[in-house]
């Protein structure tokens, strides 16, 4: 890749991932001033059960497509094996769903009903762009049309929230749901459908299940941990108390934004001759200075939101528990530069591996954890449950990250190593981080 080509892409990247997660992290900061404090809960929780059970729901084929496309094989042959599943999926997603928000919430079904649309939508949305529209690169066609999706929400919600004055967490999800069943609508009207051609590869399902399913395993993990908290939050608490945490998850959606930024800036880089240790070396000075600005300035930074009217005064009471989740999240920044390096370069067996360990260190231990301080500590436990989560996770990523950090320097350019052939033929495990931060 060409000096001006990969500046360009990285350019773009970065302007859309920091515009999305901006506009996401002011919608929010707009609903906890207008929603009263129990209805902004409802809507935060169904928002994270919403990006969870979606990302479940596509079973990894957004993140999978890309790859074996990339690699000559078959859209046919994918859509054949993973289309077969989808309609099995949406029936098993609604029933986890159900029973996630009866077990957390109880009765409140008419939150669930919204929640349960924008969930089978987003579903059905990542599935279309992943077929028809997501064989380039991912910052290109794909990511255009989630980019335009998240961009008509966002301005619809500040339309709403202005004109209609809305009150409700229910309103807020179901224009969401509108939104994206608009949006599979007109992009299904402009597809081109894809035909078998006779040069490529049809795609073995054993290559699914050893390679595009430890990607999806990963992701998973990823989700739960950001999840787990909340589900306890809402389940051993009440909607209040389950608010004033969401909130202080709002304000530390910069490190998880900062986060996804770093690994969609690596991966064209990785393509390059980079230093490593030196990309290392800055993401642990930012996190380490990050993470201290927040722990020092976050009690004025609230109290100013508070005396302008932009606040809640009721969210004051989440500023202790900022404070906590700013040390565990500032450790995204390091596990950008770590993940990307690892996804890039790793083998499937090694992604399988960091799958178990960040499995036993992320929803197993967050699930013990989480029920055991939250019970003792309350709002504070879940907050120190989190980041424990999140520091062994970016010390598992980095582990597995040192050797790459070792054999690359300015000086000598390392392709990514071949995994197993198939064939005959060596693959280059070339992937995009799939952590989905945001």
């Given at each position: 890749?060409k000096n001006a080509?990969?500046?360009?892409s990285?350019?773009?990247?970065?302007?859309w991932?920091?515009?999305?997660?901006?506009?996401?992290?002011?919608?929010?900061l707009?609903l906890?001033?207008q929603?009263?404090?129990?209805?902004?809960?409802?809507?935060?929780?169904?928002?994270?059960?919403?990006?969870?059970?979606?990302?479940v729901g596509?079973?990894?084929l957004?993140?999978?497509t890309?790859?074996?496309v990339?690699?000559?094989?078959?859209?046919?042959?994918?859509?054949?094996?993973?289309?077969?599943?989808i309609?099995?999926s949406v029936?098993l997603?609604?029933?986890?769903?159900?029973?996630?928000w009866?077990?957390?919430l109880?009765?409140?079904y008419?939150t669930?009903?919204?929640?349960?649309?924008?969930t089978?939508?987003?579903?059905v949305f990542?599935q279309y762009l992943?077929?028809?529209?997501g064989?380039?690169e991912?910052?290109?066609?794909?990511f255009?049309?989630?980019?335009?999706?998240?961009?008509a929400?966002?301005?619809?919600?500040?339309?709403?929230?202005?004109v209609?004055?809305?009150r409700s967490?229910?309103?807020?999800?179901?224009?969401?749901s509108l939104?994206?069943?608009?949006?599979?609508?007109?992009t299904?009207?402009?597809?081109?459908?894809?035909?078998?051609?006779?040069?490529v590869?049809?795609?073995?399902?054993?290559?699914?299940?050893?390679y595009?399913?430890?990607?999806?395993a990963?992701?998973v993990?990823?989700?739960?941990?950001r999840?787990i908290?909340?589900?306890?939050?809402a389940?051993?608490?009440?909607l209040?108390?389950l608010?004033?945490?969401?909130?202080a998850?709002?304000?530390?959606i910069?490190f998880?934004?900062?986060?996804?930024?770093i690994?969609?800036?690596m991966?064209?880089?990785?393509k390059?001759?980079?230093?490593?240790?030196?990309?290392?070396r800055?993401?642990?000075?930012?996190a380490?200075?990050i993470?201290a600005?927040?722990f020092l300035?976050i009690?004025?930074v609230?109290?100013?939101?508070v005396?302008?009217?932009?606040?809640?005064?009721?969210?004051?009471?989440?500023?202790?528990?900022?404070?906590?989740?700013?040390?565990g999240?500032?450790?995204?920044?390091i596990?950008?530069v770590?993940?990307?390096?690892v996804i890039?370069s790793?083998?499937r067996?090694?992604l399988?591996k960091?799958?178990?360990?960040?499995?036993?260190?992320?929803p197993?231990?967050?699930?013990?954890?989480?029920?055991?301080?939250?019970?003792?500590?309350?709002?504070?436990g879940?907050a120190y449950?989190?980041?424990?989560c999140?520091?062994l996770?970016?010390?598992?990523?980095?582990?597995?990250a040192v050797?790459?950090?070792?054999l690359r320097?300015?000086?000598?350019?390392?392709?990514?190593?071949?995994?197993?052939?198939?064939?005959?033929e060596?693959?280059?495990t070339m992937?995009?981080?799939?952590?989905g931060?945001?």
């Open positions: 890749m080509t990969m500046a360009k990285i350019v773009f990247s970065y302007f991932v920091l515009a999305v997660g901006l506009g996401i992290f002011v919608l929010k707009s906890m001033k929603l009263p404090v129990e209805e902004y809960a409802l809507f935060d929780y169904a928002y994270g059960l919403i990006t969870l059970f979606a990302f596509t079973l990894g957004p993140y999978m890309v790859r074996f990339s690699q000559g094989y078959s859209p046919e042959s994918i859509k054949s094996h993973f289309f077969s599943i309609k099995f029936p997603v609604a029933l986890g769903f159900l029973g996630l009866h077990l957390t109880g009765g409140d008419s669930l009903l919204f929640a349960l649309l924008c089978i939508g987003l579903i990542n992943a077929v028809f529209k064989f380039k991912y910052v290109t066609t794909g255009r049309y989630r980019t335009l999706m998240v961009a929400f966002l301005i619809l919600s500040f339309v709403v929230l202005g209609l004055k809305v967490a229910q309103a807020v999800l179901l224009l969401f939104i994206l069943f608009l949006f599979i609508l007109l299904g009207l402009g597809h081109r459908r894809l035909s078998l051609a006779a040069h590869k049809g795609i073995r399902r054993n290559r699914l299940l050893t595009g399913l430890s990607m999806f990963l992701g993990n990823g989700e739960l941990i999840n908290d909340k589900i306890f939050v389940r051993l608490l009440d209040k108390q608010g004033i945490y969401s909130a998850l709002v304000f530390v910069p998880a934004l900062l986060c996804h930024v690994e969609t800036v991966y064209p880089y990785l390059e001759n980079v230093n490593l240790k030196k990309v290392m800055s993401a642990c000075i930012a380490i200075g993470g600005l927040y300035l009690d004025e609230i109290g100013f939101l005396h302008s009217g932009l606040l809640n005064a009721g969210y004051l009471a989440s500023v202790p528990a900022i404070k906590i989740l700013s040390l999240f500032s450790t995204l920044l596990y950008a770590s993940a990307s390096t890039y790793a083998s067996t090694q399988w960091i799958f178990g360990w960040t499995l036993f260190f992320g197993v231990l967050g699930i013990v954890l989480n029920y055991l301080f939250v019970k003792r500590w309350g709002l504070l879940a449950a989190t980041d424990i999140l520091f996770r970016a010390l598992v990523w980095t582990v597995f050797p790459y950090f070792r320097s300015r000086a000598v350019a390392l392709p990514p190593p071949t995994t197993e052939a198939v064939h005959g060596s693959e280059r992937a995009k981080s799939s952590s931060a945001l």
